[in-house]
């Protein structure tokens, strides 16, 4: 059984992430693409050895059988957290939805959203889904 709270669950894990995505604001700004802060962020987490998979389409399922509809989350890392990019002004419920799906989709108990698009830096949110920590 995880002992860990929720605050704790993959802290380390968590800096890590997101002092990657400051180290791309910081080095590109906001107000580029998406597409963009996507490659940057896997560059930077390549040379922090950070473990990622960018880009991995997730099948669903009803009663056993494939769906046509896929979903394709911007990155996963630490086998555990499933991250989404976006470059807006403002995040929104629908964005946060769009993560807690990917982690219902794959079972995964944590989840980030980090928005390049604010003139003020990194705007992120972590998400938890408490049945799936291990």
Excluded at 21 to 39: C, D, K, M, P, R
Excluded at 90 to 119: R, S
Aim: aromatic share 10%; net charge negative.
């Amino acid at each position: 059984m995880n002992t860990k709270t929720n605050s704790e669950y993959m802290k380390a894990e968590a800096y890590a992430l997101i002092g990657a995505a400051f180290e791309v604001y910081n080095e590109q700004g906001h107000g580029l693409s998406e597409e963009i802060y996507q490659e940057s962020l896997e560059i930077e987490l390549s040379i922090r050895e950070i473990d990622f998979q960018p880009k991995q389409e997730l099948t669903t399922y009803y009663k056993g059988r494939a769906l046509k509809k896929k979903y394709i989350p911007d990155l996963m890392t630490h086998d555990q957290m499933i991250v989404e990019l976006k470059a807006l002004s403002e995040l929104n419920g629908d964005h946060e939805a769009q993560v807690l799906n990917y982690m219902k989709i794959t079972k995964q108990p944590i989840g980030y959203l980090l928005n390049f698009g604010k003139p003020d830096g990194v705007q992120w949110k972590r998400l938890i889904q408490s049945e799936f920590l291990k």
